[in-house]
Antibody, heavy 116, light 110 residues
Framework: EVQLVESGGGLVQPGGSLRLACTAS????????MTWVRQAPGKGLEWVAN????????YYVDSVKGRFTISRDNAKNSLYLQMNGLRAEDTAVYYC?????????WGQGALVTVSS | QSALTQPASVSGSPGQSITISCTGT?????????VSWYQQHPGKAPKLMIF???DRPSGVSNRFSGSKSGNTASLTISGLQADDEADYYC??????????FGTGTKVTVL
């Protein structure tokens, strides 16, 4: 069964950094685009960033451009989200999802809390 | 990158049919057929219910169906059941590059 497991969430102060990881299993990770989606407490889903199967293309929502970096290591079946310059409004559950335009599998989510 | 517009809530009685709309622009929904719908129960990850406007993944009930006209997509749930009570989100992509979700609709089964 396809599994996506996020890790690396936690409490961080405003301006701080955090790196999320998503480990994939039971599918050919290297041939799929992957996406990060977040959900602030009590709010809706927000598309954050995606990355092409070989890492050669990356796209971001305007609100995180220049602060977040998406990357992947196909040898480790892993997806990452490096988050710098964190703000209170970045507080959310972060999901990794398989796919580019349609997300057929999702992780359980990692909670990121930005607060002093 | 504005969110697609959905009604905040929709309700119906068991056995009835309901329809959720998702309105975008000519740069997103109106520009492609990559509209998806997701169901999210409280505290859970979203689940794909419809993709490519009107296709269902294996295992999703045929009570769920999708359609699109111009800049507006719709999700219809027929034969409403108690377990259908959840939040529903549409999604598409904009300018052929970045994804966008709808504002979300809470479905209540009366």
């Amino acid at each position: 069964e396809v599994q996506l497991v996020e890790s690396g969430g936690g409490l961080v102060q405003p301006g701080g950094s955090l790196r999320l990881a998503c480990t994939a299993s039971e599918f050919s990770f290297r041939i799929y685009w992957m996406t990060w989606v977040r959900q602030a407490p009590g709010k809706g889903l927000e598309w954050v960033a995606n990355i092409k199967k070989d890492g050669s293309e990356k796209y971001y929502v305007d609100s995180v451009k220049g602060r977040f970096t998406i990357s992947r290591d196909n040898a480790k079946n892993s997806l990452y989200l490096q988050m710098n310059g964190l703000r209170a409004e970045d507080t959310a559950v972060y999901y990794c999802a398989k796919g580019r335009l349609t997300f057929d599998y999702w992780g359980q989510g990692a909670l990121v809390t930005v607060s002093s | 990158q504005s969110a697609l517009t959905q009604p905040a809530s929709v309700s119906g009685s068991p056995g009835q049919s309901i329809t959720i709309s998702c309105t975008g622009t000519s740069s997103d929904i109106g520009d492609n057929n990559y509209v998806s719908w997701y169901q999210q129960h409280p505290g859970k990850a979203p689940k794909l219910m419809i993709f490519d406007v009107n296709d269902r993944p294996s295992g999703v009930s045929n009570r769920f169906s999708g359609s699109k006209s111009g800049n507006t997509a719709s999700l219809t749930i027929s034969g409403l059941q108690a377990d259908d009570e959840a939040d529903y989100y549409c999604s598409s992509y904009t300018n052929g590059i970045t994804g966008v979700f709808g504002t979300g609709t809470k479905v209540t089964v009366l």
